[in-house]
């Protein structure tokens, strides 16, 4: 199977898991779960979670049974827009091709959107019913550690100071380690944890998730500089706006493309070794490596 | 034992952990752990894990055990301070009689501070040495519904709206079950569950802590319409200045007084059948009505 229709399998798993998620009896909150879906069901590409059922594809689990864990990657990530685009942050009005939630809801329930998925997330992970409690106190473990303050927290803490200073090549792969790595490591991380993988397949997939969150970083920082609204669904040229440092600006244009096929070319060495089922996520490698948006 | 007493060495047990509690050998994070221990390290009363650590006691369990847990539900409370005073929100200047966060560190770097304890509260829970991962997950679960959109958070959602309408009385509890009272409640709730406790014995603390979360709410309500910033560590005023509906608005002072003493009677009234050991609960009750911070 093409790796495209492999995502698109993926993402039509757990958007149709999403949307049937967040509801609620409490009229009085009506407001924040519209606020909430507005911005968890304003598609997107739904990397991390098809990243881990990807994963648990190769370890023989099914995705059925994972969809609550799935979906609170989702969550997370999702929230975490939420916060990155609100005015004190990077104060963005498109996100996804639509209206940032603040746009909409103002940023006071904006934030409340966040902290309520944020939040969400783990009543889904410690509420699973079909992995034991061992299973889901690991998988909050690796997750709250790779979003939290040592974790993609902790990035866009570096991120807001980053903006007062010029950052050396190595400051940005350190803030790019918390702000966008951790979280696309931790879908294989978790999935190994889910399936107990042996230690060998497990290092693999973490060093393949490694290069896989920078490869994503290095094009994200590519399209900023190069896309369209049209194409990314946000406003393209706001690092150079803001005055952040990118790959881009730091190592130019086909530098920065040089640094994401070394990345891609890492990730599919680290699988290699996995053998010819392991084939899609070398495919996923090239598929962001080429990705427009 | 006096409850001042208790309600003290409590503070102590958990002002000690919490000191030790958030450290980074990450200098690039440095800045976001400064401004999570402000706020964490501010002082605070401490109830909410003060509850937790009673319940516990009466239950027979050593309070040692389960400070990860009595500290996440106080990681949780402070970043709901965080984010509650943040410029889009109710935008206050002080808290617990100091700066608040974004006062200090900006409300980018305060968003992220609140973000930051939030999930690391999943953390502590997640990783406990001293319990079972099953009651590991149920206290997850518990604390994360009492703190997301069906609870801490859709109340500061409802709170938002309230700005711009005025409540009834009804619309008002409503509110304050979500904002105030799900998180004074749970400590109790999560005490039972990590002690497995009897069905009565839970009931009666269940009820006790819904009893309490509107006392503490309706007496903080007084504080803000009676109250100087010296005794409470924030400007007074504050529910008039955004035209916010309190008890003391919609029932009067004498109204509210009144009201605040029939929640103390209730809940003093609902520990009573768990015999002269509970007794500390009732004082509990009795001191947060006469409470003047």
Known sequence: ?????????????????????????????????D????????GGKRIRPALFLMALDFLGKPSAAYLDAACAIECIHTYSLIHDDLPQMDNDDYRRGKLTN?????????????????????????????V????????IALLARAAGPEGMVGGQAQDIEAEHRQLTMNALRT?????????????????????????ETADAFHV?????????????DLLDAT???????????????HNKATYASLAGLAGARELAQEECDKA??????????????????????????
């Open 1 to 33: 199977m093409m790796i495209q229709q492999i995502l698109q399998e993926k993402k039509q798993l757990v958007d149709q898991y999403l949307a049937k998620l967040l509801a609620t009896t409490e009229p009085a909150n009506q407001t924040l779960y």
């Open 35 to 42: 606020s909430m879906n507005y911005s968890l069901l304003a």
């Open 102 to 130: 603040h746009k909409i809801y103002g940023a006071g329930m904006a934030t409340m959107a966040g902290d309520g998925l944020l939040t969400y997330a783990f009543t889904l992970l410690s509420e699973m019913k079909s």
């Open 132 to 139: 034991t409690p061992d299973i889901r106190c690991q998988l």
């Open 175 to 199: 803030l790019d380690y918390y702000k966008t790595v951790r979280l696309l490591c931790v879908p294989l991380d978790m999935a190994s944890a889910a399936a107990n993988a042996e230690h």
């Open 208 to 220: 393949y998730g490694l290069h896989i969150g920078y490869l994503f970083q290095i094009t994200d």
């Open 227 to 241: 896309g369209s609204l049209e194409e990314m669904g946000k406003n393209p040229g706001q690092d150079q706006i």
């Open 268 to 293: 599919v060495h680290a699988v290699a070794q996995l053998g010819k089922r392991a084939e899609p996520f070398q495919e996923l490698a090239m598929y962001l490596l080429h990705r427009t948006k």
